[in-house]
């Protein structure tokens, strides 16, 4: 077509032609230029991410300084969605958009009881300037009381979803517009009990001079006695309330008595039935002990040593009989670490650096089914192997964790050369899969103040509002014939 005018052309029809042909030229160009967008290119990232979120494939940048293959995991449907959702709060976060989160625009609506600081920072020595005060400030970071050092972080879950409620009122606080706490309970979609019960447990479980009950103890009876009388409790006879109960015995005392409630628990080893499963109650993951290793530099297969790395206590009681079993199978293999271990003096350094070196990482049933060792595992980018037949998995729903997981069975993890062979039957192109994975998916299992999206905060409240959707659908059903009966009995008076 030639671009010269005919002498018999109108100029309007030449203009128009002019102009359909420079439109057309620059959604060609607008095109090559996304095709090889990178942090490189000089569109903004966040106008990227933007104008990618219906697409259909998402791309896992790096930022390792160099260039690599886009990475596709595997992802079901409601994961892409979720990543599409990521994409559009990143990016409107990044313009300037929908800073505001208020309970119209959250996911989920919490009101969170005003328990007195006994029940949770109180725990961790906190104080607050009047003997009127609740709350430590948390627009302020250095005002916000620090969590214990050792064994009891993995548990620490109650804190980190307290902080993140307290900081969904406050506006200088960026955080995913996914819980927000509200001030009516009837408007609420569950109610937070801020129970710091793993910490009750770990530090006031013990009597003390000549008490006949322990804090802990007390505590406990304090808060079933508060909740019995509460006008939210007795509305929906306590299914709508959420209860973090991580360490397995937090809350030993008084679980019967609250069974009705929403727990937030690391597994269901030491849980009757009728009073935590999986059908009403929610598994979170640990909080890892070792420090997290960066995507960037994460060693890769052939620059990890040792085929299989263990370290923590071997000889345990109930279930975990198999690590005496496993020990005496696989100690003196060359390629195998498995020792005794433990927090004191540099064990978790130690830990972190024996797992970033090693391929594959054991996780062992223990006297429960789960540790916080499968998610040191993940942190250090070492393939998980899951030698536990009842465990119960963090957001299993929206995760598959074959994708990143080794399982075994108990009964072929302890049949000699049953597990040696089959790990080093694994090929470096199915190994490096898995450890792509965990570099996408680690930060599903990440604990921070304020929560990011799809961190470890952010998914147990996803799980939650989850749940919140059966406990509806229980309700609508056994309201079927409720209110006919309700109609029948006016009509009768």
Request: net charge neutral; hydrophobic share 35%.
């Amino acid at each position: 077509m030639s671009l010269i005018p005919d002498k018999n052309m109108q100029p309007s029809r030449f203009l128009f032609c002019l102009i359909a042909i420079s439109v057309f030229l620059l959604i060609i160009s607008s095109l090559s230029l996304l095709q090889f967008a990178d942090y490189n290119s000089f569109i903004p990232k966040s106008l990227y991410s933007l104008i990618l979120v219906n697409s259909t494939s998402v791309y896992l940048t790096s930022n390792c300084g160099e260039s690599k293959a886009p990475f596709f995991p595997p992802v079901t449907s409601h994961e892409q969605i979720m990543k599409n959702q990521d994409l559009t709060c990143e990016a409107s976060s990044r313009l300037g958009i929908g800073k505001y989160c208020g309970p119209g625009q959250a996911l989920l609506k919490v009101y969170m009881y005003d328990l007195p600081p006994e029940f949770h920072f109180g725990l961790l020595g906190w104080k607050g300037i009047s003997k009127d005060e609740t709350w430590p400030s948390v627009s302020n970071p250095s005002q916000i009381p620090s969590y214990l050092d050792g064994l009891n972080l993995q548990h620490s879950i109650e804190y980190w979803l307290t902080l993140d409620l307290l900081s969904s009122n406050t506006s200088n606080t960026n955080r995913p517009c996914t819980a927000v706490r509200v001030v009516n309970s009837s408007e609420a979609d569950v109610i937070f009990v801020p129970f710091f019960s793993s910490l009750s447990y770990n530090r006031h479980s013990k009597v003390q001079g000549k008490e006949k009950f322990s804090l802990n103890r007390v505590l406990q009876d304090k808060l079933v006695e508060f909740l019995k009388e509460r006008e939210e409790w007795k509305r929906r006879g306590g299914k709508d309330h959420v209860i973090i109960a991580h360490y397995p015995n937090s809350m030993l005392n008084a679980r019967k008595k609250l069974g009705s409630a929403m727990f937030v628990l690391a597994d269901f080893g030491r849980y009757e039935a009728e009073v935590a499963n999986i059908e009403k109650d929610v598994i979170a993951p640990y909080k890892h002990m070792v420090q997290r290793i960066g995507a960037c530099n994460s060693p890769s297969f052939r620059q990890r040593d040792t085929l299989v790395y263990f370290q923590g206590a071997i000889f345990r009681k109930d279930g975990g009989e198999i690590r005496q079993e496993l020990y005496y199978l696989l100690k003196d293999e060359k390629d195998v670490h498995f020792t005794f271990g433990s927090i004191q003096a540099n064990g978790v350094r130690d830990a972190g650096k024996g797992m970033s070196s090693s391929k594959f990482c054991l996780n062992i049933a223990e006297d429960t089914p789960s540790s916080n060792r499968l998610f040191d595992a993940i942190a250090s980018h070492c393939v998980p192997v899951i030698i536990s037949d009842e465990i119960e998995l963090p957001f299993e729903d929206v995760l598959d964790y074959s994708e990143f997981c080794v399982f075994v069975h108990s009964s072929d993890a302890v049949k000699k050369g049953y597990l040696l062979n089959f790990l080093r039957g694994m090929k470096e192109d199915q190994w490096t899969k898995m450890w792509e994975s965990i570099k996408a998916l680690g930060k599903h299992f990440e604990y921070q103040y304020p929560s990011q999206s799809n961190d470890a905060v952010d998914m147990i409240w996803q799980a939650v509002s989850r749940k919140v959707s059966s406990i509806h659908l229980k309700d609508h059903r056994n309201n079927r014939y409720k209110r006919s009966q309700l109609f029948i009995e006016d009509q009768s008076l």
